[in-house]
């Protein structure tokens, strides 16, 4: 019998004959009423000391007023019409560790994007990636389509599927020590530009 068991055991024994555990109430808040969820999650990101790009026509020309040159990594299922000529591209077939952080800037789609705590979620689509990628770069471009940006977290949730690899993005990578002092870039980009596309017309 391994400790695993035991400790199993002792549990089952003192939750012999307890009560069912109560209901949990869901009538918590579920959406949150703001005039435009683009200009909202626009101030978060510019607060999280994210760059923010406003409805881009050309994608491919504002990744390359981001990164005029150098190695760009993109997930296999990325538009090609959203890179730039003239950068190196690698398209993440399972590249290695050593080569990820050896690049430039990684460019992703996103799944869904909260307004409300200027937070984006990547959910590993084809157009997005494996968290790897976006993790060991020092620049991370994520492309947002307007239809993708919500109001709340119920509402992010809805949308995404349960059981895929969730990556929550809240500006660039930073971290502070016990004096408060601000360092960016230690578990993942120093650097984040989220470029949101144009609304279609009606």
């Known amino acids: 019998m391994s400790s695993r068991d035991v400790v199993l055991g002792r549990l089952r024994a003192a939750l012999n004959g307890a009560p069912a555990p109560a209901e949990v109430p869901r009538e918590y808040r579920r959406t949150v009423e703001m005039s435009d969820p683009i200009d909202v999650l626009t101030d978060r990101l510019t607060d999280y000391r994210a760059v923010v790009h406003r409805g881009s026509p050309d994608v491919a020309a504002t990744v390359r007023a981001i990164l005029a040159e150098g190695r760009l990594v993109v997930p296999p299922g990325l538009p090609p019409e959203w890179l730039p000529d003239g950068l190196e591209v690698l398209r993440d077939d399972g590249l290695d560790a050593d ?16 307004a409300e705590t200027g937070t984006i979620v990547l959910d590993a689509s084809p157009d997005q990636g494996r968290r790897i990628i976006t993790l060991l770069p020092d620049l991370h471009i994520c492309v947002l389509r307007p239809e993708q940006v919500v109001a709340s977290v119920p509402e992010a949730v809805a949308r995404l599927t349960p059981g895929r690899p969730l990556t929550w993005i809240s500006g660039p990578s930073a971290t502070s020590d016990i004096e408060l002092n601000r360092v960016e870039g230690v578990h993942g980009p120093r650097r984040l530009h989220v470029i949101i596309l144009e609304a279609p017309d009606d």
Not at 99 to 114: E, F, I, K, M, P
């Open 99 to 114: 080569t990820l952080a050896g690049v430039d800037g990684v460019v992703t789609a996103a799944s869904v994007a909260v």
